[in-house]
């Protein structure tokens, strides 16, 4: 089991700066893929970011590609979400995910992919 808890979420202005975090607790941090996700109101809840469990490899939506970047701290169990050049439509609770991977450099995209959620954190961008 793993439990994952996000912060950082908030208000910013367009163009603004937010950093995301997600600490996670419970079974080995090292040994999971992790992704963030975001859903709007009225929207499907869509893949923005994913990284691998050595941190060496990476994967973005187009839309987000060149102003976010996912990190992560496996010494720290945490893994973080920089969002530069926010866009209103960047609007969403957005939510990290863990999934279970037996290779260093595996990342998954699919929702059905992720075994394990958080409960989410606001990201609100005004123009």
């Known amino acids: 089991q793993v439990q994952l808890v996000e912060s950082g979420g908030g208000w910013a202005q367009a163009g603004g700066s937010l950093r995301l975090s997600c600490a996670a607790s419970g079974r080995t941090f090292s040994n999971y893929a992790m992704g963030w996700f975001r859903q709007a109101p009225g929207k499907e809840r869509e893949f923005v970011a994913t990284?691998?469990?050595?941190?060496?490899?990476?994967y973005y939506r187009v839309s987000v590609k060149g102003r976010f970047t996912i990190s992560r701290d496996n010494a720290k169990n945490t893994v973080y979400l920089q969002m530069n050049s926010l866009k209103p439509e960047d609007t969403a609770v957005y939510y990290c995910?863990?999934?279970?991977?037996?290779?260093?450099?595996?990342?998954?995209?699919?929702?059905?992919?992720?075994?394990?959620w958080g409960q989410g954190t606001q990201v609100t961008v005004s123009s």
């Open positions: 995910a863990a999934g279970r991977t037996y290779f260093s450099n595996t990342y998954y995209s699919g929702i059905s992919e992720y075994d394990y």
């Open positions: 990284i691998s469990w050595s941190g060496g490899s990476t």
